[in-house]
Structures are given as structure tokens and as C-alpha cells.
């Protein structure tokens, strides 16, 4: 599977910066002035929501996914989203099998939730090391409404640190329509190399693999459907 690299320069195909609400450079600007007193505010389009999700171990046996995330804030304006991100650890010195979520307000991160159950994601796989650099710039391009119109169809991202590779993946509210230009400005603001792969999936797909793998387990361990005590939410990030 493809792997994202080191940043290239822009390819004269790709499309432009979309949208009228904040720039990225705008938003970039605010980094300085985010903890002035007095200074102006600048609201953003959407008010997003930072998660986090540690690893899980095994022993503590069957933990429902949603009860694995912890909420850490919600972000309404510009100073708002640097004064979060600035205390944040940088995802390359996250423990591997946890994950970075920002999601629009009341939207959870999960496959289940009615905004996303319809939706999927676009999923890249990238080599070690990239991370903090791809997940700032895809934070700013959604705050700053660098998605546009497509945004609308835009639930959250997430970034998953695995072993070997770290995946980077933008949540949609359908599984067509907009979701190619999603990919596509993806693509352009975060100026991939011209061989990453960007390969969707849907949250349906998901589910139905996840209760496949389930229901295998708990026949290899002699446990009847309703019996959790061999799963667990943390067996969860072998979907991603």
C-alpha cells in the first residue's frame, strides 16, 4: 500500500484554496496573539471538538469503544484552537495504538453515531516520522474552511498511531457526492506526493467487518453472541 513521504511542491493541477471564512494564513497569524489579552477574536465556521484515545489493554477485558475516548476541549474561535493545540503533545511523541480526534461539535467519533453511520473515510497510510506535520496541516484546513462547500460533508479526522506506520483519515456524513473533492482538496492542502494512495471506506464496511471478527472470536472461545468477556473496544484499531 502506498505510503506518504516528505512533501513535494504543489503540482500545477491542483485545485486552489476554496472558501470565504478564515485562511490558513490567517488562522496561522493568530498563533501569536492567541494568548493577548484585548486582541481581536476570530471566530471559526464550526466549532470542533478535540479527543483523545489511549491505548487499551487488553487485560482490563471488554471496554465499549465510545468509553475508551476522552473529551479534552471545544474549540469556538481561533485563540480558542491555538491555546489547546499548543499544550497538546505532538502526535510523534504519542504512545503507539492511540489516537488524535477533532470532530465537529456533538458529532462523536465513532462509527455509530448517526451523523457518521452513513459516511466513511478517507484513509492514508503514512511512514513514520510525517505525522505532526500532516495532522497541523490538515487541523488548519479545516478550521480555516479551506474544504469549502464540501466541508459541509466533512465530520471530523482522525490520526491513528499504529506500529510501523501512522494513518491519517477524514470522517464524511455520506459515502458519495462531495466525498471525491474531499479527497482531492485533501490532497492539495496537504501537497502528497503524487504516488499516495487516498482509499475510502465506509463506516458500514467497517462495522460489518468488526462484528465478523467478533463473532469469530467468540466461537474460537466457545461464547455465545451476547457474551463480551473475550472482546474488547481496544481490538478495535485492527479496523483502521
Known amino acids: 500500500m502506498g505510503t506518504a513521504v516528505a512533501k513535494t511542491g504543489p503540482t500545477k493541477d491542483a485545485p486552489g484554496p476554496v472558501g470565504r471564512a478564515l485562511s490558513m494564513a490567517s488562522i496561522s497569524e493568530t498563533k501569536a496573539s492567541s494568548s493577548s489579552t484585548g486582541a481581536q477574536v476570530h471566530p471559526l465556521k464550526d466549532v470542533w471538538s478535540f479527543w483523545y484515545r ?7 477485558g471488554y471496554i465499549e469503544y465510545e468509553n475508551t475516548l476522552h473529551g479534552i476541549a ?26 488524535y480526534h477533532l470532530f465537529k461539535k456533538d458529532i462523536r467519533p465513532i462509527w455509530e453515531d448517526e451523523v ?25 484546513s479545516l478550521i480555516g474552511n479551506q474544504f469549502g462547500d464540501a466541508g459541509e460533508d466533512v465530520c471530523g479526522v482522525v490520526l491513528s498511531m499504529r506500529n510501523g506506520e501512522d494513518i491519517l483519515s477524514i470522517w464524511t456524513r455520506t459515502d458519495g457526492g462531495r466525498v471525491l473533492k474531499i479527497r482531492e482538496i485533501m490532497k492539495h492542502v496537504l501537497n502528497f506526493p503524487p504516488n499516495t494512495r487516498v ?14 471478527i467478533d463473532e469469530h472470536r467468540r466461537e474460537k472461545a466457545g461464547q455465545t453472541p451476547g457474551d463480551k468477556r473475550h472482546t474488547s473496544g481496544a481490538l478495535r484499531q485492527n479496523y483502521d
Do not use: C
Request: proline share 6%.
Open 74 to 99: 471545544t474549540v469556538k474561535t481561533a485563540e480558542d484552537f491555538w491555546r489547546i493545540y499548543s499544550h497538546l503533545k505532538r502526535p510523534s511523541f504519542l504512545p503507539v495504538v492511540s489516537d
Open 116 to 140: 457518521n453511520r452513513k459516511g466513511g473515510k478517507w484513509v492514508v497510510r503514512m511512514k513514520k516520522g510525517v505525522a505532526d506535520r500532516y495532522w497541523e496541516d490538515l487541523l488548519l
Open 54 to 60: 489511549p491505548p487499551i489493554s487488553k487485560a482490563h
Open 199 to 212: 482509499e475510502f471506506k465506509s463506516h458500514d464496511s467497517s462495522i460489518q467487518q468488526r462484528n465478523a
